[in-house]
């Protein structure tokens, strides 16, 4: 099972792909994950990628895609993977399509969580991440126990530069202009799932489980 998962940001995507590798038993690939640990480790693609994402805007597909590529031939993939955050552009979408066939492989569904944007200034203006193992919280809708320390390692929690209210708009201006275009591009070859993000948590896991429920083992 190869899997994507599409949206904008702040529609809770990154939540319900953990959820649902956890499920599957299968890896979940966050693209932002691995570009944030690449500027804390201060890496090549790091420190070009860091720009970028402080600014709001799309690392560019030329670096993403040569990350992604090497991600997925780890060992870990054979089985499948649920990817969060890529593709997000159409090129990039045209980029994995192409490692995949080159491997006689196909991306099976992308599921397409979406919320309008009021809902996600206010869910990513709320959201707080823990500086030390990136659990995600939000002031309103998933306090943490403590307030301002992660419930997993007790460090304290943080707002991410990139959900400030300029940037949060900004993300939704690239999401609009250079990923809402991929819903059509899998829409057109019938692999697209909507899925309304504006619902409870429990409730979005349900209807994607759904989906899913030939592969999910019970
Ligand atoms: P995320 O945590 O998925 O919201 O990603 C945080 C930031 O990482 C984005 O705002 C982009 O700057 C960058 N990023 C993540 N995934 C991609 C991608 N597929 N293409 C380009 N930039 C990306």
Redesign the pocket.
């Known amino acids: 099972m190869r899997a994507a998962f599409l949206g904008p940001?702040g529609v809770g995507k990154?939540t319900q792909a953990v959820r649902l590798g956890d499920k599957l038993g299968l890896v979940h690939i966050?693209?932002?994950?691995i570009?944030?640990q690449a500027v804390a480790e201060k890496t090549e693609v790091g420190l070009e990628?860091k720009r970028?994402?402080d600014?709001?805007?799309?690392?560019?597909?030329e670096?993403?895609v040569r990350v992604?590529e090497e991600r997925l031939e780890r060992a870990d993939c054979t089985r499948g993977y649920i990817l969060?955050?890529?593709?997000?552009?159409v090129a990039?979408g045209q980029a994995l399509d192409k490692v995949l066939h080159e491997h006689g492989q196909a991306l099976d569904k992308v599921i397409f969580v979406n919320a309008p944007d009021d809902v996600l200034v206010k869910r990513l203006s709320g959201r707080r991440t823990c500086s030390e193992c990136g659990a995600v919280f939000h002031v309103d809708t998933l306090p943490p126990k403590v307030d301002g320390i992660c419930d997993n390692c007790q460090k304290p929690l943080v707002l991410r530069d990139?959900d400030r209210a300029e940037t949060v708009r900004e993300?939704l201006r690239?999401y609009h202009n250079m990923t809402a275009p991929l819903i059509d591009y899998y829409r057109d070859q019938g692999l697209l799932i909507d899925i309304p993000g504006e619902r409870d948590i429990d409730e979005v896991q349900s209807m994607i489980e759904e989906q899913f429920s030939g592969t999910i083992a019970t």
């Open positions: 940001p990154g966050c693209t932002g994950d570009l944030r990628a970028y994402m600014a709001g805007d799309l690392v560019p597909d670096v993403v992604m969060d955050g890529f593709p997000r552009t990039q990139d993300r690239v």
